[in-house]
């Protein structure tokens, strides 16, 4: 069992920046962040593989970026130039059960934290 923890989400203007960490409870391999907005299910973002070899989904390479610091037991993602259909809520992701690039199905993930809620407007 791993529980996770986000925080650091907000609201911004386009244009602008936040970081968003995730503290987990023990030491998890995989990890990941996705998105889910009012109108999108529950979108996959970006995945930390376990040998810390980074992912992303398309419409956020080269504006995000994730990482981890294993001696904290937390993950990050950070966030820049961020647009208004990035608004969303975030939710960190632990416990992959998948196959290797099928980090971006949410049901191959076992652990979920509670969400950071992430706003952009113009």
């Known amino acids: 069992q791993v529980q996770l923890a986000e925080s650091g989400g907000g609201s911004v203007q386009a244009g602008g920046s936040l970081r968003l960490s995730c503290k987990a409870s023990?030491?998890?391999?995989?990890m990941g962040w996705f998105r889910e907005g009012q109108r999108v299910r529950r979108e996959w973002v970006a995945t930390?593989?376990?040998?810390?070899?980074?992912y992303y989904t398309d419409s956020v390479k080269g504006r995000f970026t994730i990482s981890r610091d294993s001696a904290k037991n937390t993950l990050y993602l950070e966030m820049n130039s961020l647009k208004p259909e990035d608004s969303s809520m975030y939710y960190c992701?632990?416990?992959?059960?998948?196959?290797?690039?099928?980090?971006?199905?949410?049901?191959?993930?076992?652990?979920w934290g509670q969400g950071t809620q992430v706003t952009v407007s113009t």
């Open positions: 023990t030491s998890a391999g995989y």
């Open positions: 992701a632990a416990g992959f059960v998948g196959f290797d690039g099928t980090w971006d199905l949410s049901g191959n993930w076992r652990y």
């Open positions: 930390v593989h376990k040998d810390d070899t980074p």
